[in-house]
């Protein structure tokens, strides 16, 4: 899986359109290998990314927990943590 796709789900605020599609973008870019593509499948790629985005954007509108909302800070700083822990540096950034 794409290292660079992050959870979305049930953050307080909730995921951008922005970040849906960042997500979408890198999501296309692993499954076609295209970093960016050729203008040949210019158009095809961009769709792709598009339709992902918008199925994306769908199943977050409809999925339901118990949990309370994540806070982005918060799950930054373990993110940070776990960097550092595993780099051995003090000034990680996730």
């Keep these: 899986m794409c290292r660079n796709i ?45 339709s992902v985005a918008r199925d994306a954007t769908h199943l977050l509108a409809s999925l339901t927990t118990n949990a309370a909302p994540k806070d982005r800070d918060g799950e930054a700083a373990k993110a940070r943590a776990r960097i550092a822990k595993r780099f051995g540096t003090e000034d990680a950034v996730a």
């Excluded at 849906?20 to 769709?47: C, H, M, T, Y």
């Design 6 to 50: 992050k959870n979305l789900f049930n953050f307080d605020p909730p995921a951008t359109e922005e970040e849906i599609r960042d997500a979408s973008l890198q999501f296309v870019r692993k499954l076609s290998g295209f970093n960016k593509p050729s203008k040949v499948n210019e158009e095809a790629f961009d769709l792709a990314v598009e």
